[in-house]
Structure formats: C-alpha cells, structure tokens
C-alpha cells in the first residue's frame, strides 16, 4: 500500500516539512556525485555506526571523523539509495504537513530530530555491536507517523493498491493503514532478533525496531509539544 496526499488541510505553509525533504534530497544527490569508495568513507563517518557508538568496534574500522553522539543526526539525512529516498519523503510529504500544522514550525524541526535521534537509539540497542552504517530519516518519519495516528486516527488515506497490472485507490482510515504498519514493524523487529547478523539502519536490512520505536517515541512526545492544542 502507498500512501497518496489526500488528508486534512493546514492553516500554516509547512516549510519545515519542504525544507526537509529539500535537504534530503540535496544530500542524496551530493552522494551521487561520489565515489564508491567516497560515499563509503562518507557512512562510516557521518551515519551511525552502532559498534562505534558502543566503543565497541574491532581496531580496524576507523572511528568516525565527527563525535559519535553527532551521527545520531546526521545519519538521518542519509540515504541508501533512490527508492529508500523516495519512499521516506513520500511518507514526509503525506504525513509531515499536518502534524508541523499543530506543533509549529520549531517545536515540529525539534520533534522530528528527537524522534529520529530516539529512534536511531532503539536500533543501537538491539544491535550494539554491528559494524553496518545505519542511515536514513525513516525513523524520524515514524514519529511523524505515531504523532498523526493520535491526532488524525480517522482522517482518511488515499492508498494505492496494485492489483495484478492495474492499480486502483481506496480511502482506509489512518488508524488502520498506520497501526497495520506499526504492527508490521513491531513484528519483524521481533522476528529479527532471532537473526544471528546483524540489521543497519535501512543500510544492511530494514530497520524495524527504529521504525516501531520512532513511531512510539512520536506517540508520546507529540503531545507533550501541544498536538492537540488548537492553533
């Protein structure tokens, strides 16, 4: 299922949300213009690194060139490839718009980071020890996505369905398309943990546990920052 833009109006323009998706997109395209052996030395150094965040790494892989506590964020603006771009600024561009319209522009910048900080956390937890970069805004995303299941559960999501070579559209309710994907994520967080590698954040596998965990973390600081304040 796709989400398409088809949700509640906003009363502000969500230039936070744009220019995120502006930065994201700038930055992927700088990874274009690399080397494979740039863009490399680049996600050692700017993504996140759980063995190195858990000084924990073996002596050969290099510490990154910034603090390791600064990765939790830049890694968020980091993608793995066009379709992992696409997919995370798609969900940003459906969702984002309307929860930046109830917190504002800077409690929204604030609680997009947090979220995506929280998040990049809860998947170090669970693999303290990997040496695969963990990269991508999806965790930061998730929060966007667990602040607007609270605020919007019956607002209806245009979603794209295939079926077989046609594709049609429904309007499902966001509390079931976002609760069937927190579940989803949820569920194979567990089932990761039966895995003997392990998962990067979108960078070896999918990161699910920083998708269920941002999406949790958004939950409860989205209120906290005057979700349901009228504005």
């Known amino acids: 299922m796709v989400p398409l ?3 509640n109006p ?6 936070v949300t744009y220019g995120l998706i502006l930065v994201n997109i700038l930055i992927f395209l700088y990874q274009l213009s690399l080397t494979p052996q740039q863009l490399q ?6 993504a996140l690194v759980p063995c190195q965040l ?28 066009f379709l992992h771009l696409a997919g ?7 969702f ?5 319209d109830r917190l504002g522009h800077v409690k929204y910048l604030i609680f997009y980071l947090t979220c995506g900080v929280l998040a990049a956390l809860a998947q170090w937890f669970f693999s303290q020890n990997s040496t695969i970069p963990a990269l991508g805004a999806s965790g930061a995303i998730a929060g966007v996505l667990g602040a ?14 295939p079926l077989g070579f046609f594709l049609t559209t429904i309007r499902v309710p966001a509390y079931l398309f976002l609760g069937f994907w927190f579940i989803q994520q949820a569920f194979y967080g567990i089932a990761s943990l039966q895995a003997r590698s392990n998962i990067g954040m979108e960078g070896g596998g999918v990161a699910y546990w920083a998708h269920a965990g941002g999406f949790v973390f958004g939950a409860i600081l989205a209120p906290l920052l005057g979700l349901y304040k009228r504005r």
């Open 5 to 7: 833009r088809d949700n």
């Open 10 to 15: 906003t009363t502000i323009t969500p230039y």
């Open 41 to 46: 030395g680049l996600f050692y150094n700017a």
């Open 54 to 81: 858990s000084n924990a790494c073996p002596t050969s892989l290099e510490s990154p060139g910034i603090p390791e506590w600064m990765t939790l964020i830049t890694s968020q603006f980091l993608h793995g490839g």
């Open 88 to 94: 995370n600024m798609l969900f940003l561009w459906v």
């Open 96 to 100: 984002g718009n309307n929860v930046e």
């Open 148 to 161: 607007y299941i609270l605020r919007f559960p019956r607002a209806k999501i245009l979603t794209l369905i």
